[in-house]
């Protein structure tokens, strides 16, 4: 028997570049931590983290956030903490752009002026406003 037609009755076995994490609903976490829990013969609860297919870290790390309360509830949201919105932030910044186009506005009209005084000064008119 030659190896092309041992494979042939084996399975081929499909090598994954990354193996996906292992993800844990809220219910399993309570069902198992619940379960060791009422494990009183020695070797019941590696049976069961064998039968389950996990560590005992998992264990020991479930144990500790249903001490802290955190398996009692809904699971807590992922991501940065909703901000809570202030209607003065709106105002404030409409304002500063509001200033800061004011700001631009009249050192516009201040370089108008002093071309206007420079023109003048070239052309030897004196402007109106200027006091001689």
Same mark, same amino acid.
């Given at each position: 028997m030659?190896?092309? =037609?041992?494979?042939? &009755?084996?399975?081929?076995?499909?090598?994954?570049?990354?193996?996906?994490?292992?993800r844990f609903?809220?219910? /399993?976490?309570?069902?198992v931590v619940?379960e060791?829990?009422g494990c009183k013969?020695?070797?019941?609860v !590696?049976?069961l983290?064998?039968? =389950? &297919?996990? /560590?005992s870290?998992?264990?020991?790390?479930?144990g500790?956030?249903r001490?802290r !309360?955190e398996?009692a !509830?809904a699971?807590k949201?992922? &991501?940065?903490?909703?901000?809570?919105v202030?209607?003065?932030?709106k @105002?404030? @910044?409409?304002? !500063?752009r509001?200033?800061a186009?004011?700001?631009r506005?009249a050192?516009?009209?201040?370089a108008?002026? =002093?071309?206007?005084?420079n023109v003048a000064?070239?052309? &030897?008119t004196?402007l109106?406003?200027?006091?001689s």
């Open positions: 030659n190896a092309a =037609e041992r494979n042939q &009755g084996e399975r081929e076995t499909e090598v994954v570049a990354k193996p996906a994490r292992r609903t809220l219910e /399993y976490k309570r069902k619940r060791a829990g013969t020695p070797g019941a !590696g049976a983290l064998r039968r =389950e &297919g996990l /560590y870290s998992h264990l020991a790390v479930w500790a956030a001490e !309360g398996l !509830g699971p949201k992922r &991501g940065p903490a909703p901000r809570a202030d209607p003065r932030d @105002t404030i @910044t409409a304002q !500063g509001e200033i186009r004011w700001k506005r050192e516009r009209a201040e108008l002026v =002093e071309l206007q005084k000064a070239l052309l &030897g004196p109106e406003n200027e006091k």
